[in-house]
């Protein structure tokens, strides 16, 4: 992020901050549960890289102690529980929602969220899944045994190896066959698959989750998105389809013919496992030239089937620069339900930094990336495991990933840390910032107030001395500068002046507290 024009890490850190204290609902269904909690892991995850270790575990708490609540069950206990029917040899969530329990439906949509929040909980919580794993691969099973004898559930419940792709109904209750919609869900689903096996070291599963990946990358390629231009018919006006039937395709959803929907519904969510979208880039840019069209993308039209943030970000596979142009113009859109915009603002810039997925480029890890920006090529991969890694890409590239580390080639190893003797000033006091840690000899500073430029030094000493600073609240960071390198130092948030009352006036308390009475009337 540090390398994108533009980017403010105060400005990301209040979005952090302003969701890091949200609680999940006290009563939901299964599919919204999943898209919470994804919103939430995915601002834990920047949290976390962003060094605010405080905020990732505080969202690290709310999301365990409710995915947990949801793999156990107490005597009497009816919401936030699994369970197993065994005349239709299925696992059943509670509260359950658009048909998962009655019709069978949906169960890779939903358990694809729950699967990713496991693998995070493991991630930050090394051994969680002694306790836990049994229960996430049922759900794994539930949706994608490759048992052909399972007693419990069936082969491939959702994946069918004939047509390379999953079917969403459980029933195939639709005159036209079976459907499915969402192909990203399910994408999200074989990518939770990946994940969850690789950092439990399960090779099965995260094998299991690379076929069905690949597979259906392929499926959607010719039957949602036709990029070749060789299976729609004459009569399609869409580049791409929102539905796949059993014997027909269409571009309506299940709750609206609004054409923003059809889009927003192949493209949600998106996280790291979205990138098979960003393969074709000719076709991912005459589709985004159908969407401007066709939508009020360019014109920030209020509209709740519009999603604003999924559009931007899957525009920045192709123009991020264009993509962080809209997201500024538009700062009070609604979200869509499950965004996080956060996780928005860090996708934005952090692609207009790595540049363009370079997918000639492959390695001989799943967690591994080839970005290209200008005539450079940026390699990016993710190391779940307690030793040192080192990725070989196809180019012969060999990048060494430290453990449990997620790593890009532009990475410094620029160590920077700012402080101060105060954290408190009065009114009118000037300030002095400096480096208790700076591990290198840096070309330049640019000390920052915001988006403001305070001072750029290029000799020692490296310190901010400010001028006579009125009341109210700063936050300072600077960037150091030493060669191709950057980096940013830490946030620091001073405060000038007396904090006084609502009013300017302290309002009594009547009555009498006494400390050793404070359980007595008054």
């Known amino acids: 992020d540090p390398l994108s024009a533009g980017f403010n890490p105060i400005a990301l850190q209040q979005k952090i901050n302003d969701i890091k204290n949200e609680g999940l609902a006290t009563w939901t269904d299964s599919y919204n549960e999943g898209q919470v909690m994804n919103r939430l892991i995915q601002t834990a995850r920047i949290a976390h890289e962003m060094g605010d270790k405080k905020s990732a575990l505080t969202i690290h708490k709310t999301v365990?102690?409710?995915?947990?609540?949801?793999?156990?069950?107490?005597?009497?206990?009816?919401?936030?529980?699994f369970y197993y029917n065994?005349?239709?040899?299925?696992?059943?969530?509670?509260?359950?929602?658009?048909?998962?329990?009655?019709?069978?439906?949906?169960?890779?949509?939903?358990?694809?969220?729950?699967?990713?929040?496991a693998a995070f909980l493991e991630e930050f919580?090394?051994?969680w899944a002694k306790s836990f794993g049994a229960m996430i691969n049922l759900l794994v099973r539930d949706a994608a045994s490759t048992q052909r004898d399972d007693q419990m559930f069936p082969y491939l419940r959702n994946f069918n190896p004939y047509t390379g792709h999953c079917w969403a109904n459980g029933f195939a209750t639709f005159p036209q066959g079976n459907d499915q919609e969402s192909t990203s869900e399910s994408m999200q689903f074989n990518s939770s698959l990946i994940h969850w096996g690789d950092i439990t070291q399960n090779k099965s599963i995260r094998d299991l989750g690379i076929y069905l990946y690949c597979t259906e990358q392929s499926a959607i390629e010719e039957y949602w998105f036709d990029i070749k231009q060789r299976n729609f018919a004459k009569t399609q006006q869409y580049?791409?389809?929102?539905?796949?039937?059993?014997?027909?395709?269409?571009?309506?959803?299940?709750?609206?013919?609004?054409?923003?929907?059809?889009?927003?519904?192949?493209?949600?969510?998106?996280?790291?496992?979205?990138?098979?979208?960003?393969?074709?880039?000719?076709?991912?840019?005459?589709?985004w030239k159908e969407m401007a069209k066709n939508t009020g993308i360019l014109t920030?039209?209020?509209?709740?089937?519009?999603?604003?943030?999924?559009?931007?970000?899957?525009?920045?596979?192709?123009?991020?620069?264009?993509?962080?142009?809209?997201?500024?113009?538009?700062?009070?859109?609604?979200l869509k339900f499950g965004i996080s915009d956060a996780q928005t603002y860090h996708w934005l810039h952090s692609l207009n930094a790595l540049g363009r997925l370079n997918p000639s480029i492959t390695a001989n890890h799943p967690l591994a990336v080839a970005f290209t920006k200008g005539n450079k090529t940026i390699y990016g991969a993710k190391n779940n495991g307690n030793d040192t890694l080192k990725v070989t890409y196809s180019d012969g590239y060999i990048f060494t990933v430290p453990p449990r580390k997620l790593k890009t080639s532009l990475d410094s190893d620029?160590?920077?840390?700012?402080?101060?003797?105060?954290?408190?000033?009065?009114?009118?006091?000037?300030?002095n910032i400096y480096f208790d840690t700076l591990n290198v000899l840096p070309d330049s500073i640019h000390w920052m107030l915001g988006s403001k430029r305070l001072k750029t030094i290029t000799s020692q000493p490296w310190n901010l001395e400010t001028s006579a600073l009125n009341a109210?609240?700063?936050?300072?960071?600077?960037?150091?500068?030493?060669?191709?390198?950057?980096?940013?130092?830490?946030?620091f948030t001073l405060v000038v002046g007396e904090q006084i009352p609502y009013n300017k006036a302290a309002a009594s308390i009547p009555g009498n507290i006494q400390s050793g009475l404070f359980d007595q009337p008054c």
Do not use: C, M
């Not at 929602?97 to 694809?112: A, E, K, R, T």
């Open 64 to 81: 365990k102690s409710r995915l947990e609540n949801w793999l156990t069950h107490n005597p009497g206990e009816i919401a936030f529980l």
């Open 86 to 117: 065994k005349t239709w040899s299925s696992l059943l969530g509670y509260p359950a929602g658009h048909g998962q329990d009655n019709n069978i439906n949906d169960h890779h949509f939903h358990w694809g969220y729950f699967i990713h929040a």
């Open 125 to 127: 919580e090394p051994g």
């Open 239 to 287: 580049a791409l389809v929102s539905r796949v039937w059993g014997n027909s395709y269409d571009n309506g959803t299940f709750w609206t013919n609004d054409i923003a929907a059809s889009y927003g519904i192949e493209l949600y969510p998106i996280h790291g496992g979205s990138f098979y979208l960003a393969h074709d880039t000719t076709y991912a840019n005459r589709l």
């Open 300 to 334: 920030n039209q209020a509209n709740d089937n519009l999603w604003h943030d999924v559009y931007w970000e899957f525009l920045a596979f192709t123009n991020p620069a264009k993509a962080i142009e809209l997201y500024n113009s538009n700062p009070n859109r609604n």
């Open 414 to 431: 620029i160590q920077a840390h700012i402080s101060s003797d105060f954290a408190q000033l009065y009114k009118g006091s000037a300030a």
């Open 472 to 491: 109210g609240k700063y936050t300072f960071y600077a960037k150091i500068f030493k060669g191709d390198a950057r980096a940013n130092s830490n946030l």
